[in-house]
């Protein structure tokens, strides 16, 4: 049998359905704003987050690093977001290089940060000596934190401090519907208020390629300007947003069986001795536990299980479309047996 895949939910593979609404997919030419497929996908996409329009990009950290250079004017203004959150730690550095920007990290509580927080970030000295704050980044769901749910309340305490302030504000939403789900909040409710926000199709949505940003027309010709910077201006593009609009008439209601696997991981995980987790804390697909050595409990594990390990104690594991629940028995019972 292969290894379980509980490595990232970004492991998905296209399903037979998925594969099907590729190969019916109506194409042309992407730069020139001619490929049906995609603009459907942004026109989808901008209706369900409430933003007047949409772009489509190849990857989710295409979104974020776009969208951080139109907040920010070169030359040291600062980005304010969480010490875990993925422009910091899994970007490569990009919002030196392509933004120009300083970032200021916040320890927020598993990725979450309040409005107080945000407050004490902020740089009040308007002198020629202090970097310019200019934008607050929120990441819905918590990735590195551990696939928290922000509350609705919270994003609105810290987008009161950014407008008083006048702050932009960008939404990351790789897994922004696994939190839909999880809540029960409307995506568009959890948007509202962000100058830019996305989702990535390559997560729990299970497609192979595409994140699409939204903002207003304005934000949004200017991120057109940085895709094709970039090389993201793409050519038969509805090939792959087929798979984006296929996951989101089919793969958004399931996520309800990510999360419930994974809380049925971090219960049966819980009881294992040596290995450290409170299954209250699992709110999604991410699960995230202690053990001693995590980089050798993941290496004795992979011939049956691939999980990461975030550092040396920490493993995450993630659940998604391609794992049943009785894979996670296997992996529990595989983990109990060699833990
Ligand atoms: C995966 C992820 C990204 C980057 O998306 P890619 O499509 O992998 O480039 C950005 N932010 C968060 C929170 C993510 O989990």
């Not at 509580?109 to 310019?132: K, L, N």
């Not at 009161?160 to 995506?187: I, K, P, T």
């Not at 962000?194 to 940003?213: I, S």
């Amino acid at each position: 049998m292969p290894p379980i895949n509980l490595y990232s939910d970004t492991q998905t593979r296209p399903t037979a359905g998925m594969r099907a609404a590729i190969a019916r997919a109506e194409v042309g030419d992407e730069q020139r704003r001619r490929d049906p497929t995609t603009t459907a996908l942004q026109e989808r996409v901008a209706e369900l987050l409430g933003h007047e329009a949409a772009v489509f990009l190849p990857s989710g950290t295409m979104c974020n690093e776009v969208a951080l250079r139109i907040h920010v004017r070169p030359g040291g203004d600062e980005i304010i977001c969480d010490s875990s959150s993925h422009p910091v730690v899994a970007e490569a550095g990009g919002p030196a290089q392509l933004a120009g920007a300083m970032v200021r990290t916040i320890d927020g509580d598993g990725g979450v940060f309040t409005g107080e927080q945000v407050e004490h970030a902020i740089r009040t000295r308007v002198d020629r000596y202090a970097p310019r704050s200019r934008v607050v980044s929120v990441e819905q769901t918590t990735n590195m934190g551990g696939g928290h749910v922000w509350p609705l309340q919270t994003i609105h305490d810290v987008l009161a401090v950014a407008r008083r302030s006048e702050l932009r504000a960008h939404l990351d939403g790789a897994r922004l519907m696994n939190a839909v789900v999880a809540s029960g909040v409307a995506a568009s409710e959890y948007a509202r208020g962000f100058d830019t926000a996305w989702l990535d199709f390559t997560k729990g949505l299970g497609a192979p390629v595409g994140a699409v940003l939204v903002g207003s027309q304005a934000l949004i010709d200017e991120a057109w300007r940085w895709k094709q910077m970039l090389g993201g201006a793409l050519r038969q593009s509805g090939i792959v947003a087929a798979a984006c609009l296929y996951a989101l008439d089919h793969h958004v209601d399931r996520l309800a069986e990510d999360h419930e696997h994974a809380r049925r991981l971090a219960e049966g995980l819980s009881v294992i001795p040596g290995v450290r987790i409170d299954p209250s804390q699992v709110e999604t697909n991410i699960v995230i536990f202690e053990v001693a050595d995590a980089p050798a409990f993941v290496a004795r594990l992979a011939d049956q299980l691939e999980l990461g390990a975030l550092d040396a104690h920490r493993v995450r594991a993630v659940t998604h479309l391609d794992v049943s629940a009785a894979d996670i028995d296997r992996a529990l019972s595989v983990i109990s047996d060699r833990a």
